[in-house]
């Protein structure tokens, strides 16, 4: 079977060569312009990373100019878990091939992912291997543990939700670090107040900085 090309936005480094590689996953609904902005944001903090934002493989069942990582079902997680698992290979792909485009090792690599977006972060995130050095999760849910890594092995993972959330509502994301934490790894977490399913200042500053964190962390285990 043929899988999807993925493609969408991208930004090159501020600063010269690639030495890291993010890659943005949007929402339902949404495409790869509603993150690649971020990339924007974070260039002063991530001068060496190149940014990219590919459109979700589907056409969005419910938004006529939007993408989908798959078919909506609120609430009903083991449909969700389906869905992630039928969207993982094209966004596999896509990832290998970024990181042969940039001549950039798996260590490099980190996943920034919105709602549905963030679902296909932590699942595909946390079952490649080697692991790539950060995920971060915005309002968003995990869908299966099925493929988790072993303890100590795992990316740096922060989780960021607001805690007015009316689509995810914030309990996804406690359920999530829970879940995270009793497979034995470490998940750092911050609740928005006050805020919806969306992205606040401080939600966005503190991705930038521990995206920078993680990839520093992720050069010094390479070089040792």
């Given at each position: 079977?043929?899988?999807?090309?993925?493609?969408?936005?991208?930004?090159?480094?501020?600063?010269?060569?690639?030495?890291?590689?993010?890659?943005?996953?949007?929402?339902?609904?949404?495409?790869?312009?509603?993150?690649?902005?971020?990339?924007?944001?974070?260039?002063?903090?991530?001068?060496?990373?190149?940014?990219v934002s590919?459109n979700a493989?589907?056409?969005?069942?419910?938004?006529?100019?939007?993408?989908?990582?798959?078919?909506?079902?609120?609430?009903?997680?083991?449909?969700?878990?389906?869905?992630?698992?039928?969207?993982?290979?094209?966004?596999?792909?896509?990832?290998?091939?970024?990181?042969?485009?940039?001549?950039?090792?798996?260590?490099?690599?980190?996943?920034?992912?919105?709602?549905?977006?963030?679902?296909?972060?932590?699942?595909?995130?946390?079952?490649?291997?080697?692991?790539?050095?950060?995920?971060?999760?915005?309002?968003?849910?995990?869908?299966?543990?099925?493929?988790?890594?072993?303890p100590g092995?795992?990316?740096?993972?922060?989780?960021?939700?607001?805690?007015?959330?009316?689509?995810?509502?914030?309990?996804?994301?406690?359920?999530?670090?829970?879940?995270?934490?009793?497979?034995?790894?470490?998940?750092?977490?911050?609740?928005?107040?006050?805020?919806?399913?969306?992205?606040?200042?401080?939600?966005?500053?503190?991705?930038?900085?521990?995206?920078?964190?993680?990839?520093?962390?992720?050069?010094?285990?390479?070089?040792?």
């Open positions: 079977m043929t899988l999807p090309q993925l493609d969408g936005p991208r930004l090159a480094p501020a600063a010269g060569t690639p030495r890291q590689l993010v890659v943005f996953l949007h929402g339902y609904g949404a495409d790869g312009n509603d993150l690649i902005g971020l990339g924007r944001e974070w260039s002063h903090a991530l001068p060496h990373a190149a940014f590919p493989p589907e056409p969005c069942g419910m938004a006529s100019m939007g993408r989908q990582w798959f078919d909506l079902s609120m609430g009903d997680m083991s449909i969700i878990a389906e869905g992630v698992t039928r969207a993982a290979p094209p966004l596999e792909a896509f990832l290998d091939a970024e990181l042969v485009r940039h001549n950039l090792p798996p260590e490099s690599l980190a996943l920034v992912g919105f709602s549905q977006g963030t679902m296909m972060a932590l699942a595909v995130g946390l079952a490649r291997k080697p692991s790539p050095a950060a995920i971060v999760g915005y309002s968003g849910a995990l869908a299966t543990v099925e493929t988790l890594p072993p092995a795992g990316p740096a993972i922060l989780l960021v939700h607001g805690d007015m959330d009316e689509v995810i509502p914030v309990d996804a994301m406690y359920m999530a670090r829970e879940m995270l934490g009793q497979a034995g790894l470490p998940v750092e977490w911050h609740v928005s107040q006050g805020i919806g399913h969306g992205i606040d200042g401080q939600g966005l500053q503190l991705g930038g900085a521990f995206l920078k964190q993680a990839f520093a962390a992720a050069q010094a285990s390479q070089g040792s």
